[in-house]
């Protein structure tokens, strides 16, 4: 039950994102189209610090144009092109907090809108944090804290997380970590 | 922290997206460009059948062209102009897999993708499921299945749950309902 391509029209480039128009047979012959968003891939970061009852996980605030509002997220950010998904969540990790991490592990890998869109993501786990002077990127503007595993569960029930990637990685935590 | 708009340009309009390109100041004077994906909102449904050890969540099965996989997600779907969520939620379970509920609660609402994109996704609960004759939409073949938490839970932990919005309803009956 796989789709098969009849055509496929590029129809927007930009710097981070390119659409395209897919038409395809389904199995039964029937003809659609699917728009889709080429992504180059993300990755997120679950970064903890200290351990047990005392351990803190590190969430950003930012501003998001496609939403017009600020957000509360775990450390993320885009694949630059060639970029190893671990070399990236690294790099974004001190872009966006000013920490490095001792540890790595990598939680889990998933589609964030796989009904139009292309983009992974790799989430990891990053702990044993160390701080450094911050490096910001160019165009975010980045306010960052840390939070107990009770803040977090206050947060959830109050429904002031409202990023898919970031309730993904604080379930991560708060769950099965 | 916000962004002031300093001018918008109309790249793409498809039938189910559109696209735009924003110019921006930032804070401190900086100028940059978003480019954002507008998309009508989605709903999203953990549909459970029965309580307690003996409850089981549906999960479909269906091809995902951007991402050219079958991915094992919960039912989801797309909002028409001026239909309310919880109607959509309705009509999509319907549709996908032959199920109606009895029983609805709105578990939490999430952008799927607020770095690029406008997606709005309202995640609810279903219970007290019955069946009906199966409705499919027109350019969808899906497979539907009923998992035990157990069942659920190796999915997890063998990484067979690849979608976000399926991640975050699937921690939510686990850990928290």
Chains 1, 2 share one sequence.
Not at 4 to 24: C, H, I, N, Y
Not at 46 to 69: I, M, T, Y
Request: charged content about 25%; glycine content about 6%.
């Amino acid at each position: 039950m796989s789709e098969k391509p009849l055509a496929s029209q590029r129809v927007f480039t930009g710097r981070l994102l390119k659409v395209r128009v897919d038409e395809v047979a389904l199995e039964d012959g029937r003809c659609t189209t699917r728009e889709i968003v080429e992504h180059p891939g993300a990755v997120a970061i679950v970064a903890v610090h200290g351990e047990g009852d005392d351990a803190q996980v590190v969430l950003v605030r930012q501003f998001r144009k496609a939403v017009e509002q600020f957000l509360l997220e775990i450390p993320a950010g885009t694949l630059e092109p060639g970029e190893e998904p671990l070399a990236c969540a690294q790099r974004e990790l001190l872009e966006e907090t000013g920490l490095s991490a001792q540890r790595w592990s990598h939680l889990q890998t998933f589609y964030t809108a796989p009904g139009f869109c292309t983009e992974k993501m790799w989430l990891y786990l990053a702990q044993d944090l160390r701080s450094h002077p911050q490096h910001p990127e160019t165009d975010e503007q980045i306010e960052v804290g840390f939070y107990s595993r009770s803040q977090v569960r206050e947060l959830l029930q109050t429904h002031q997380i409202q990023d898919a990637k970031t309730l993904v990685g604080i379930f991560w935590w708060l769950y099965t970590l």
